[in-house]
């Protein structure tokens, strides 16, 4: 029998722990998605909140090329996107360019946290759409070279990974049996012993 959105988001969803947000278990990487687009309001609330992240110096590096569905920027972000990527991805609504100036406005000098910035609003963003009924997939699997070029993004940006984001889709609309197996197989995660230490290879205790 094949399982459908709703019996998939009660398989995905992380085990409840008492004084965690709820959206933080609530949150996977869909790739299946619905044929519905997302409306310009709520898109505008996923960005607010990617606006507001914690950045070096305030610098706040990151911007954002958003492609919705029917045009051009769309367009040059799909045809970047790994052969296995676009086989899923055809299907969001909204696809997401992340990119992150590597030098400081104030001095010129190298910022060399801008990606770790650029990671940090880009979780804003997906924590945001989670907690509004989105989904969003974050992909490395896609050619930097080719999306520079389509978009003549200046060399002092570093490029992140490409967002792909809408609302979830039944899983059997995938259509590839190997994409069904990762859309519906349980997720897991490293004990809090292992990324929360002490001391190099000694757990914190927490």
């Known amino acids: 029998m094949s399982l459908n ?45 990617a606006r507001w992240a914690a950045s070096a110096y305030n610098e706040q590096p990151w911007c954002f090329l958003v492609g919705r569905r ?15 990527n676009q086989s899923w991805a055809r299907t969001a609504p909204v696809l997401i360019l992340g990119a992150a100036k590597t030098s400081f406005t104030h001095n010129g000098t190298e910022n060399g946290y801008a990606i770790y910035d650029l990671g940090a609003a880009s979780s804003y963003l997906t924590l945001e759409a989670a907690a509004l009924g ?45 994409l069904i197996a990762r859309e519906i197989e ?15 290879d000694e757990p914190a205790k927490l």
């Open 186 to 200: 349980p997720r897991d995660r490293k004990p809090l012993s292992e990324i929360a230490l002490s001391a190099w």
């Open 134 to 178: 989105l989904t969003t997939h974050q992909m490395a699997g896609y050619d930097q070279a080719k999306a520079r070029q389509a978009f003549d993004i200046p060399a002092e940006y570093a490029l992140g990974a490409v967002i792909a984001l809408g609302y979830q889709g039944e899983p059997a609309a995938l259509g590839n049996e190997q």
């Open 70 to 84: 029917g045009s051009s920027a769309y367009q040059k972000i799909f045809a970047s996107l790994i052969e296995f």
């Open 5 to 49: 959105a709703s019996q998939i988001n009660a398989i995905k969803k992380a085990p409840t722990v008492e004084g965690v947000l709820p959206v933080f278990h609530e949150r996977w990487s869909a790739r299946s998605f619905a044929d519905r687009e997302v409306a310009p309001e709520t898109l505008k609330k996923v960005f607010e909140a």
